[in-house]
C-alpha cells in the first residue's frame, strides 16, 4: 500500500485487473472490532480528521493516505483530530465499481476480496 491509496485485490470471474473503487455507507463501518462468526471484516488504521456529534451518534470524517472514510459511531467516544482510529468494513456490505467506467463489479460467491 502506498501513502495515498488503499490497495485492493479483486479476484472474480469475468473481471481483469485494474483500479476498483469501493464504496461502504457509514453505517456499515465500525470502530475496529473482531469479526463475528461468519463476518467479513477488513480492518485499517486511519487518521481522525473531525468528528460530528449529531445527537445520538457521530459522524466520524477520517483519512487513510488520501483517502477520506466516513464512518457512523456512537456519540459517546471523544475522537480528536490527529488521533489514529481502527475502523473495520464489513466486506459482505460493501460495493464495488471499475475505477476506469464507473460499472459496478458483479462480484460472485467465487469472488476473493483482500484489502
Known sequence: MDRNNVELSIKT???GEGP?????????VAL????AAGQSMAVVDSEVIVSELTGAE????SKLGSQELIARIDSGLNLRAGESVRLAYD?????FFD?????????GEKAAISL
Do not use: C, N, W
Request: proline letters at 9%; aromatic letters at 6%; zero cysteines.
Open 13 to 15: 470471474p469475468g473481471y
Open 20 to 28: 476498483v473503487t469501493m464504496g461502504i455507507r457509514p453505517e456499515h
Open 32 to 35: 475496529g472490532q473482531p469479526a
Open 58 to 61: 457521530t459522524l466520524l470524517y
Open 91 to 95: 466486506m459482505e456490505l460493501a460495493h
Open 99 to 107: 475505477a476506469v467506467s464507473g460499472d459496478r463489479l458483479k462480484l
